[in-house]
């Protein structure tokens, strides 16, 4: 069965300190990994994709197939980075709008 | 390029009525997704729509149905309301192949349906 978990419904931290919000999945095949962010009053939106490799605000997420996880990391938090973060897989062979998406985690950035 | 426009954003319905939501995708796209999004259930999948075509389906009841039109724009539409029903629907469109964000969804704001 295709199913993600974020284990924390919510992290909390200060400032400046390290942030790493968890994502497990379990997906046949080899999946497309996304992380969704959702700002306050705003539109859930990319945040990122495992085949770009790339770092967004400061973020990085690193697909590990032998845990089947795909982390988000960010090495300093900043007060902005608050919001509602979604892990979500997507079948790679073909082009679709079916994403299973995680219960998301809220990223609580305290001053 | 406009984003992903819903209509109604919020609505308020009674048990055993239906509802129809419409979506307009940013214009190009041909991909119309829905989902429910919910604090219980987080956000689920419930259709896909492609050049008028179905192309995947969630796990919902038949009382959830979707279609797409020539221009893109999509429907969807409850019937025999529940209070489960209860949710924020969102609208996501997506490019197709090629154009170098494949596989991106851009989603509208949302339509908030309250079932009473």
């Known amino acids: 069965a295709q199913r993600v978990t974020q284990p924390e419904k919510l992290l909390s931290v200060f400032k400046g300190a390290p942030v790493e919000l968890k994502c497990n999945y379990s997906y046949s095949g080899s999946p497309e990994l996304f992380w969704y962010v959702q700002y306050s009053r705003q539109r859930l939106q990319l945040l990122l994709r495992?085949?770009s490799r790339e770092s967004i605000k400061g973020f990085t997420a690193d697909l590990n197939k032998g845990e089947t996880s795909f982390h988000l990391k960010k090495p300093f938090a900043q007060e902005e980075d608050s919001a509602m973060y979604y892990c979500a897989p997507s079948r790679r062979t073909s082009n679709t709008g079916k994403l299973i998406f995680g219960q998301g985690t809220t990223l609580q950035v305290k001053p | 390029k406009a984003g992903v426009t819903q209509t109604p954003r919020y609505l308020i319905k009674t048990r055993g009525q239906q509802v129809t939501l419409s979506c307009s995708p940013i214009s190009g796209h041909r991909s119309v997704s829905w989902y429910q999004q919910t604090p219980g259930q987080g956000l689920q999948f419930l259709f896909e729509?492609?050049?008028?075509?179905?192309?995947n389906k969630g796990n919902f009841p038949g009382r959830f149905s979707g279609r797409q039109f020539s221009n893109s724009r999509s429907e969807m539409n409850v019937s025999t309301l529940e209070l489960g029903d209860s949710a924020l629907y969102l609208c996501?469109?997506?490019?197709?192949?090629?154009?170098?964000?494949?596989?991106?969804?851009?989603f509208g704001e949302g339509s908030r349906l309250t079932v009473l």
């Open positions: 729509y492609f050049s008028e075509t179905q192309r």
């Open positions: 996501a469109s997506r490019s197709s192949p090629g154009t170098g964000q494949a596989g991106e969804l851009f």
């Open positions: 495992h085949i």
